[in-house]
């Protein structure tokens, strides 16, 4: 009597769904960009169910980070930041986007993303989406004043500019200044873009 052995594990034909999963939202995300790219559409271009890509991502921001290779997760990061006194919220940006590009691998896909963004309409248009929804968008939305995305974005061209500077023209002494100088330098201005009342 023959004995069948079953393998444990995930049925056949499923060990390649996730990577399909990232090269449709690959897809989808450079023709569509990051708000108009959807769940449902990339499910289809994968061929497998929309829950499949919840199981494996979870939110939109989960799979696009995925895609552009940075383990950076703003939406969550945000809150906290503005959860501490509002006097040192400043600080606490210039600190979390500098401490986090301190990681090698953050680092060196961080730069790469720069570069592309910087240099590929295509690639860039899905990194504005993702950084206006999820980064400038949920400091807004914390902000109680009419021209807050402005000031958010103003907050967002600061940063640019810094991690452009520090690490990919890697222009001296910014490239080598500790963490806590520039975050005591900059900081203050990032707190008077998001907080100074207009004259």
């Known amino acids: 009597m023959s004995t069948t052995i079953r393998r444990r594990g995930r049925p056949k034909g499923e060990s390649d769904s996730r990577e399909r999963i990232v090269a449709a939202a690959e897809h989808e995300f450079g ?3 990051y708000d108009g790219a959807t769940i449902r559409a990339i499910a289809g271009r994968a061929g497998v169910d929309s829950a499949l890509v919840h199981h494996y991502f979870g939110a939109k921001a989960d799979l696009f980070a995925e895609v552009i290779g940075i ?3 703003p939406d969550v990061e945000v809150p906290t930041i503005l959860q501490g006194p509002r006097e040192e919220v400043g600080e606490r940006v210039v600190r979390y986007v500098l401490q986090s590009f ?3 691998d953050v680092r060196r896909r961080g730069v790469t993303m720069i ?3 910087v240099g590929s309409k295509v690639m860039g248009q899905p990194l504005v989406g993702f950084l206006s929804r999820e980064l400038l968008g949920r400091i807004a939305s914390g902000m109680d004043t009419p021209d807050a995305m402005l000031r958010a974005n103003l907050v967002a061209s600061q940063m640019a500019g810094l991690l452009l500077t520090r690490y990919v023209v890697r222009l001296q002494p910014i490239a080598d200044a500790p963490i806590e100088e520039l975050v005591a330098r900059i900081g203050p201005t990032v ?8 004259p």
Do not use: N
């Open 71 to 73: 383990p950076l997760r």
């Open 115 to 117: 570069r592309v963004a």
């Open 31 to 33: 023709e569509h960009g």
């Open 191 to 198: 707190q008077r873009y998001l907080f100074e009342e207009r």
């Open 102 to 104: 301190e990681h090698p």
